[in-house]
């Protein structure tokens, strides 16, 4: 019946094999899985200071929810939890990630610069379309796997941003660079996360003398302490990335005639974007998208509303033009059937070079009319 309490049969049991770390909110584990042959990372809320244990409690479940809410190649996974909130104890069943902070591993690996940079910037420009504020960005919560691949962890600290409110700089770390210009008047934003990212590669690239890094003007303008001088965004680092080296990529003559054809008409139908609109980012998001835009009008010749497919792109307000549609066919089904038989490295840069179509387009402020009388 609806609304019964589930109680499962028994509780799980796991080998506790080692610890791994021990934090300023608790300390964590490595747990075994006999049933299913699997490790898991087991993250404990235990205060070191007990008399912080109620008030620090709360972050501890924010943690959770941010964690059970993204779901991205580099940023770690988490499988479970288990709070018991009377107690203020809990704990967060986590991927475990076998390897070392990205300092260690650019130490013995300086070659692989340029991926784990890339990476890095790809689980961030995640976060920032999600409006995941991590907040405690350093070495030792950007890991590398043995198989060379980037993991986000520890978001104790981490914030959902979805009001300007959520900006303000309300936690006080003690940070291993010079700190950005807004913080003088408290305001902790995405560009801040983009500033901590760039310092945190510049000081290993300094502190190595990595030679092979070739993404230098682009870590310059993540790390200007104005922020007005600052590139702005993730995404904007991330196309950046993608745009900077076609040598790897070689589109065919109906690649391109089908991207050019779709993006022209995205164009036509544009008219202005809202400022604090951000785009989608992610390949596999954007042909989900798509793929779900398709669905809802494949048996009309024009799709009725424009909105549907711009809003596979852009996450946000927009305002469009109604009489200039997009063809069923022509347009919107070539393009999501070239997108899907494209490699991802081609898919990201399609991605890249929509978006600079789309910063082309005016922006504006979604401000309520002076004039309403209420």
Known sequence: MDN???????????????????????????????VIN???ACKKYEPSQQALATKLFDAFVREIKLLHQVNHPNVVRVF????????????????????ADVGSHLLF?????????????????????NGVLHRDIREDNILITEKGVVKIIDF????????????????SLSWWCDLPAEFKSS???????VYFVGKLFEKIISDMKIEVFKHGDL?????????????SSFAEVRNSVLTADFSGATFGYFEREIYQKFSQKMSEIMISIETSAKYYTDAPSVLNNLEAAYKKVMLEKDVPNSGVVLLCFVKGAMKYRTKTRFSVEDDLRKFIDMFRSVSREKQNIIIANLSNRLDAVERYSDEMDSDIPF
């Open 4 to 34: 019964q309490l589930v109680k499962f049969l028994r509780q799980k049991d796991f080998v506790l094999e080692k610890r791994l770390g021990q934090g300023a909110t608790g300390n964590t584990v490595l747990l075994f899985d006999s």
């Open 109 to 129: 690996s300086p070659e692989d610069i340029n991926q784990i940079f890339e990476q890095t910037v790809n689980g961030f420009a995640y976060l920032e379309e």
């Open 38 to 40: 699997e490790y898991f």
């Open 156 to 171: 104790g600290f981490g914030k959902r941003a979805n009001a300007a409110s959520d900006f303000e700089k309300s936690v």
């Open 219 to 231: 870590l310059d303008s993540m790390c200007k302490i104005e922020p007005e001088n600052r590139i």
């Open 187 to 193: 305001i902790y934003d995405f560009r801040t996360e």
């Open 80 to 99: 479970n939890y288990y709070l018991y909130p009377e107690k203020h104890l809990g704990y967060i069943l986590m991927e475990y990630v076998k390897g």
